[in-house]
């Protein structure tokens, strides 16, 4: 390769990297990530406190269901 072709192509690289620097398109792309990350973290912190309430909720659900009868008729079980 000659030493013109070279320069050229070094000349070509670095206005396609000033260009690129200039990109800001997808920095909007990254501020979005990284306010649902922040809702993610909101939510994960307040789930803690309905995790023992719904937990509470099964709880009733099961002791209901230990007293409830059982089928016992004619079903085809197998």
Not at 25 to 43: H, L
Request: proline residues 1%; hydrophobic residues 50%.
């Amino acid at each position: 390769m000659s030493f013109a072709k070279l320069l050229q192509k070094v000349k070509s690289e670095i206005a396609f990297y000033k260009g690129l620097a200039k990109d800001t398109e997808g920095a909007s792309g990254i501020e979005y990530a990284i306010v649902a990350a922040m809702v993610a973290v909101v939510i994960a912190g307040l789930s803690g406190g309905m995790g023992t309430t719904i937990t509470a909720i099964f709880a009733k659900i099961t002791a209901a269901m230990v007293g409830a009868p059982t089928g016992g008729g004619a079903g085809g079980g197998t």
